[in-house]
């Protein structure tokens, strides 16, 4: 069965600062793979997804992941952080199941902290 | 605009008693599903359906039901053998294309009285 960590239940980062949020696949197969986000009592938008198109993939509001296979891993980076950044993000896997339809397992979140 | 609404967007449940959670989307999405959201854990599966009429248990099922009447319609009922239902219960929708994204709703925060 697929599954998904991600490092660090709660990540601060300084306004400006780089943002590192950590996400580790186990998978049998090339996996498809998704950034969300949360913001306070709401529910989640996609931020990006890798299809296998590119390994760089770029996503909104300046948010950006490098798929490797080598590490398993599918990292999410933003060069400079901002207050409005300040919610919780979710790294998911696409588990394939009957009918070909994509059912998605979620890692445990991350928070992220953004003080001036 | 097209989208997934949920409500109601706080709902309380006494002892024993049943409550249903409503999830209606205007997207024309085939795939619907309820997750639920414990502090610290993540999103955790309950029931998925793939088309009218047909629905799958997910990872932690036992203690809800639901029906897909309607392609537009999901509801879920949390019932009185779930003996922990304090959670936030997302709904979500998908077209049938495997690597598609989820379309979430707002959330519905479950308490217990």
């Known amino acids: 069965a697929q599954s998904v960590t991600q490092l660090g239940s709660h990540v601060s980062v300084s306004e400006g600062a780089l943002v590192l949020l950590r996400c580790n696949y186990s998978s049998s197969v090339p996996p498809y793979l998704f950034w969300y986000v949360q913001y306070p009592n709401q529910g989640l938008q996609l931020l990006l997804k890798?299809?296998?198109?590119?390994?760089l993939v770029k996503g909104i509001n300046g948010f950006e992941a490098e798929f490797k296979k080598s590490e398993t891993s599918f990292h999410l980076t933003k060069p400079s952080a901002h207050m409005r950044d300040a919610a919780e993000y979710f790294c998911?896997?696409?588990?394939?199941?009957?009918?070909?339809?994509?059912?998605?397992?979620f890692g445990a979140g991350t928070r992220l902290a953004v003080h001036p | 605009d097209g989208g997934i609404t949920q409500s109601p967007k706080y709902l309380f449940r006494k002892e024993g008693q049943n409550v249903t959670l409503s999830c209606e989307q205007n997207?024309?999405?085939?795939?619907m599903y309820w997750y639920r959201q414990d502090p610290g854990q993540g999103l955790r599966l309950i029931y998925y359906?793939?088309?009218?009429?047909?629905?799958q248990k997910g990872d932690i099922a036992e203690g809800y039901s639901v029906s897909r009447e309607k392609k537009e319609s999901f509801p879920l009922t949390v019932t009185s053998a779930q003996k922990n239902p304090t959670a936030f219960y997302l709904c979500?929708?998908?077209?049938?294309?495997?690597?598609?994204?989820?379309?979430f709703g707002s959330g519905t925060q479950l308490s217990v009285l």
């Open positions: 998911a896997v696409s588990d394939l199941v009957t009918g070909g339809y994509n059912k998605l397992i």
């Open positions: 979500a929708s998908s077209t049938q294309t495997y690597n598609e994204k989820l379309f």
């Open positions: 997207l024309n999405h085939d795939a």
């Open positions: 890798y299809t296998s198109a590119a390994t």
């Open positions: 359906s793939q088309i009218v009429n047909d629905f």
